[in-house]
């Protein structure tokens, strides 16, 4: 039986041969939604200062100054602009690593990170896995990723009832609490951010073995 981390990969011999397909357009509107939505108000915020000073209303440039100001000024705006920057970083390297590796169909296409949010350790992900894929195959690639995201380690967890959807934590700081998820229902994503899950149950999702 061959590992799943293939620097024995038995599919090697054939992977020149294949025609990879590249990315969609909406595929690649989704993988930069985020940079597409800040780039769309920043252009608009100029529209609008370069209106306002036109027009000889300069207290659009107070506005303006007081917008990018104010966040960089305050140490929890600037937490805050720090935490999400890395979350996009994080999203982008993970999906990275999917693509230069194995974690990816045999048509290219590779696991679609629902969402990824900030975390006390470092950020998670709520990944849906494509068919040929599983949580697995992200477990025996944690280093390649914590290498990717320039994190200290990566914890995968599975859901315990829909195997397509894995929890990927990319750990940079230690915290007090090291088992952060909880799936105490069925609900998709239960826990995984912290809610606590129905009726105060605290079942924790199946830890991978290595």
């Known amino acids: 039986m061959f590992p799943r981390n293939p620097r024995h990969n038995p599919y090697a011999p054939v992977e020149p041969l ?3 397909q590249g990315p969609g357009l909406v595929t690649r509107l989704w993988r930069w939604r985020t940079e597409i939505v800040l780039l769309t108000l920043a252009a608009g915020a100029v529209l609008a ?6 027009q000889g209303m300069w207290w659009a440039t107070v506005a303006l100054a007081g917008t990018v100001c104010v966040p960089a000024a ?3 705006g600037r937490k805050w602009v720090r935490r999400h920057f890395w979350c996009l970083f994080s999203r982008h390297r993970i999906q990275r690593v999917c693509a230069q590796t194995s974690m990816h169909t045999r048509k290219g296409r590779i696991p679609l990170i629902l969402w990824i949010t900030p975390a006390d350790f470092g950020e998670r992900a ?4 494509r068919a040929g894929i599983c ?4 477990e025996a690639f944690g280093a390649e990723i914590a290498a990717a995201c320039c994190a200290a380690s990566v914890r995968v967890r599975r859901h315990p ?3 397509h959807f894995v929890t990927v934590d990319v750990v940079r700081r230690a915290t007090d609490d090291d ?3 909880d799936a105490g229902d069925d609900r998709l994503g239960a826990g995984t951010w912290g809610d606590g899950g129905q009726g105060g149950a605290s079942r924790p999702l199946e830890r991978l073995a290595g």
Request: hydrophobic residues 65%; glycine residues 4%.
């Open 49 to 54: 200062f370069v209106s306002a000073v036109g």
């Open 179 to 181: 088992v952060p998820c």
């Open 18 to 20: 294949i025609m990879w």
């Open 161 to 163: 009832r829909r195997a």
């Open 135 to 138: 949580a697995d195959d992200f």
């Open 126 to 129: 709520f990944i849906l896995l």
């Open 74 to 76: 305050v140490p929890v």
